[in-house]
């Protein structure tokens, strides 16, 4: 049934709102054929027009607040797409019910808190696939994917007369086929009606701090790096990622300079996005329209794409830094962790912007943060004492006016820093409860010896064979012991035959499953093979339609004495725009200039911002470094760092097992336990 079938039952009008989301409304409007039908082309969607709500571009450092960005637009959502006044609600409190899919609640969960949808007005809250019961007079904001399944339960829901009525916001653009779907099953149960308004909020991310973004797209590495793929899943993988990264720009109002080294996906990805920012800017009104009058790249952030085989090794290696620690031991998702608790049972945390202790101490090593969580707990103990002291009077003093007068005061001071006081344990305990645990972890695992080790093998391209047997036949877990032996491949400069059969053996007589290990010396030997056929090609990957990687020889030289990551010293160079023999050769793409125009101009820098995407899963060892290269650089700069996918090393590495298995190289053994 098309757009047209459609307006021969019922009239489809479709309007523009005001939002910082494309909408189309649907309004019952009779039998009688309407002019504004004219929207509905045969190729576009209807009516694409943007947001006509004036967004900050702002040009300096620190504008580029991504989790505020999408905050805003969540918050509009909620409050039934109107603009919100200063406190951030609307002039006219609607109660109403909020509906959403498992996408969209880990869009939700890192952003709003049950009190604040309580302050928007939200009185229920369900999963779409969950039975619900009818809440009539009462409107319902569904926050759901564009996809078959979420269309035919808002259908459904519709159909029922479940709620008084509708308001539609699709995380993505939804596709054609899918509003025509829309449209006639809602003619079809007589329930159009109840369908205030369509929009589409380019929300499909997830934010976990203010420069942390996911795509939450799962094994997107094994996606892309299947030997058994074909060009349409290959295409289709891209084309979620794109998608993806254009809710980003969007939510953000910026059209960047995109910058990504040659071949492989990062290239891929790159293109495709190009392609559809130049699309989208052929509107005369679109999501970027505020930002088009600046001109200049520098204005502009760049935007840096890579993908997991840029450099492997972090993807894998353990960090000993707090955070990357949390990550990876305890299992941080969606800033949510569950630890044993000091009296039994399990206790949850939240680790996000508004734990103080959390963003000050998150890059330090673990010993360092536990000195300052014993720093912390003796300040704390100081101000109490102070308080109590000021509160006792003066021991033996004559008691006058004065005293009164003071006590009194001191009192009201009292009262007045016992919230803080009480904030500043609850931070206290739950961070020395961390602290437990992972000290715990670290004493039965030995992490402490794999961090350094790792460390050292990374800097000096090699680790003598019984120090490396020794590890793999001591403490730690099967995963540990995996992920140890591969780092050792991948910063080894050759491979020595002998030694690797004798860590194949000892992962062996572990019941370790090797076959991430043997896809990873799959990689290495092809890798050789290609740099000593050609030099010159050893910084780009193997043919991208083998579907192989490279795994970068000789990882030590591309790291500095101060173990700065290859990703950072990479972004550092694309930000100051100056010429650099290692990113030369890196593919510049500007949406907003001809393609037939040179991309040297492009090369001007530096740039202020910056957003670095990594395909096939990221981690928080690439955000902190990120972060570090921020504090230390003058003028100060802006870099949000994203990814497909936040993945500890147990899970990466569990992808390449997978990986390993579809090449063939199975295991009788048991899978790695974590």
């Known amino acids: ?134 809440v009539h007079d009462v409107p319902a904001v569904y926050f759901v994917q564009a996809n078959q399944s979420n269309i035919q339960r808002i259908v459904v829901d519709a159909s029922r007369s479940l709620y008084d009525s509708f308001h539609l916001n699709f995380s993505s653009s939804i596709p054609r086929p899918l509003l025509e779907d829309l449209a006639s099953g809602t003619l079809t149960s007589d329930s159009i009606q109840r369908i205030a308004k369509v929009h589409d909020q380019y929300l499909e991310f997830v934010t976990l701090e203010d420069n942390l973004f996911s795509l939450a797209q799962k094994s997107s590495y094994v996606q892309l790096n299947d030997p058994s793929a074909g060009d349409r899943e290959i295409e289709e993988i891209v084309e979620m990622i794109v998608t993806g990264l254009f809710s980003v720009l969007a939510t953000l109002a910026v059209v960047p300079i995109i910058r990504c080294p040659r071949g492989g996906p990062a290239e891929m990805v790159a293109s495709a996005l190009d392609q559809r920012l130049r699309d989208h800017l052929l509107s005369k009104s679109n999501l970027f329209t505020e930002g088009g009058s600046f001109g200049s790249s520098f204005q502009r952030p760049i935007l840096c794409i890579f993908d997991r085989n840029f450099e492997l090794s972090v993807g894998i290696e353990h960090d000993f830094r707090y955070r990357p620690l949390v990550h990876d031991v305890l299992g941080l998702k969606l800033n949510r962790l569950s630890v044993p608790g000091e009296k039994g049972g399990m206790r949850s945390y939240e680790l996000d912007s508004s734990d103080p202790f959390w963003v000050a101490n998150g890059l330090l090593d673990f010993p360092e943060v536990a000195v300052e969580i014993e720093t912390q707990l003796n300040k704390y103990k100081k101000d109490v004492d102070e308080v109590n002291k000021r509160t006792a009077g003066n021991d033996g003093a004559e008691f006058d006016g004065t005293d009164l007068m003071g006590n009194t005061k001191h009192l009201m001071n009292a009262v007045n820093s016992l919230p803080e006081l009480t904030e500043r344990k609850q931070v206290i305990d739950k961070h020395t409860n961390i602290a437990t645990v992972l000290l715990g972890e670290i004493k039965e695992r030995s992490l402490d010896s794999y961090a350094k080790k790792e460390n050292d093998m990374l800097v000096r391209g090699a680790i003598d064979r019984n120090e490396l047997l020794g590890v793999l036949k001591g403490k730690g877990t099967k995963m540990d012991k995996l992920r140890f032996a591969i780092m050792y491949l991948i910063s080894s400069e050759g491979i020595n035959q002998s030694e690797v059969e004798s860590v194949e053996a000892a992962l062996r007589e572990s019941e370790v499953d090797t076959s991430a290990f043997q896809y990873v010396k799959k990689l290495k030997s092809l890798n050789v093979s290609m740099a000593s056929a050609n030099s010159a090609s050893r910084n780009n990957i193997v043919d991208w339609a083998e579907k192989f990687y490279a795994v970068t020889a000789g990882v030590k030289n591309l790291l500095s004495s101060d173990r700065q990551l290859a990703l950072t010293r990479t972004v550092e160079a694309l930000m100051e725009g100056k010429p650099n023999p290692e990113i030369d050769n890196y593919v510049v793409f500007d949406p907003r200039a001809p393609k037939s125009s040179s991309g040297s101009s492009h090369l001007k820098g530096p740039f202020k911002e910056a957003i670095v995407f990594m395909i096939g899963g990221g981690n928080y060892v690439e955000y902190g470094s990120l972060q570090e290269l921020v504090q230390r650089q003058q003028p100060v700069r802006h870099v949000i760092y994203g990814t497909t996918e936040i993945l500890t090393g147990a899970e990466f590495v569990e992808q390449l097992t997978l990986l390993g298995h579809k090449m063939g190289f199975g295991s009788s053994a048991a899978a790695p336990s974590q």
């Open 1 to 134: 049934m098309t757009w047209q079938d459609i307006s021969g039952l019922k009239n489809v009008i479709v309007e523009e709102s005001i939002t910082t989301s494309t909408s189309y409304i649907l309004h019952l409007h009779g039998s009688q054929f309407d002019s504004k039908l004219s929207a509905f082309s045969e190729t576009e969607p209807p009516n694409l027009q943007s947001s006509k709500i004036v967004w900050n571009t702002g040009f300096t450092a620190m504008a580029l607040n991504l989790r505020q960005k999408q905050t805003e637009c969540i918050t509009r959502m909620l409050n039934l797409n109107q603009p919100v006044n200063a406190t951030g609600t609307a002039n006219e409190e609607v109660y109403k019910i909020l509906i959403y899919d498992k996408f969209c609640q880990n869009i939700l969960s890192p952003l709003i808190h049950v009190k604040d949808l309580r302050k928007h007005g939200v009185t229920l809250y369900f999963l779409i696939d969950k039975d619900r019961k009818p």
